[in-house]
């Protein structure tokens, strides 16, 4: 049983910074691509940040220089770190993983919510302006 947990979500003031956190557990091998979605109150769940095996990243333009995805595969732990935090980067924050021993970039890259098997509970973020 596949189990993603999130944590590092808060409150924080426009400008500020938070670090999130995804444990993985219950693998049998490495998910090819994992990602962060986020979703704001009444919208739709949206791909914030994809990763995959190789290391390669890519970020939903509403991030990019702002956001870094990382991970640590000896910890089986996935990162995002968020500077310059914004009111409107609100949301709710879900781990997700493709679950693929193997996959390709181009879809991993596309942060589709439908390629994405497996997924966290959510942390909230809040920025106040």
């Known amino acids: 049983q596949v189990q993603l947990v999130e944590s590092g979500g808060g409150s924080v003031q426009a400008g500020g910074s938070l670090r999130l956190s995804c444990a993985a557990s219950?693998?049998?091998?490495?998910?090819?691509?994992m990602g962060w979605f986020r979703q704001a109150p009444g919208k739709e769940r949206e791909g914030v940040a994809a990763?995959?095996?190789?290391?390669?990243?890519s970020y939903a333009d509403s991030v990019k220089g702002r956001f870094t995805i990382s991970k640590d595969n000896a910890k089986n732990t996935l990162y995002l770190q968020m500077n310059s935090l914004k009111p409107e980067d609100t949301a709710m924050y879900y781990c997700?993983?493709?679950?693929?021993?193997?996959?390709?970039?181009?879809?991993?890259?596309?942060?589709?919510?439908?390629?994405?098997?497996?997924w966290g509970q959510g942390t909230q973020v809040t920025v106040s302006s």
């Open positions: 997700a993983a493709d679950g693929r021993e193997v996959g390709s970039w181009w879809l991993c890259a596309r942060l589709g919510r439908a390629d994405f098997g497996y």
């Open positions: 219950g693998y049998t091998y490495s998910s090819y691509c």
């Open positions: 990763i995959d095996s190789a290391g390669s990243t």
